[in-house]
């Protein structure tokens, strides 16, 4: 699967689960900016405010980056309210790697079997 490809439903999953938990993508930012940084600048946040809504419609933004940002939404306390899980296998080294690799494979099979049930409900 192409990076492009990765960024593109990594944003439509984030921007469903914004959606679901009723945010506003400001308000995203904000929960965003307070998670990332140490300091709380209100004009930076407003800078992040934009900086957000461009990298939300961009199919170039990093899926480093996305995956971070799914991360926050994930360990936020209101997601426990919709139940979201994020099923990403973290290599430890602690495992041989044909192991690990199968783990990567799980995990995204999981991955595509949720993204499915996902698409089946929403028509």
Known sequence: MGTKQTSVELLSKI???????????????RILYTELNEWDDEDEILKFQEKLKKELQRPTT????LKA???VIVRHPDAKKIDVVF???TP???ISSSLSKAM????QEIDDAYNKALHRTSR
């Open 15 to 29: 921007k469903e689960l914004i959606a679901e938990l009723g945010w506003s993508q400001n308000e995203f930012a």
């Open 62 to 65: 990093k899926v480093e980056r």
């Open 69 to 71: 940002y799914l991360g």
């Open 87 to 89: 099923n990403k296998y």
């Open 92 to 94: 430890q080294n602690a």
């Open 104 to 107: 990567v494979d799980i995990s």
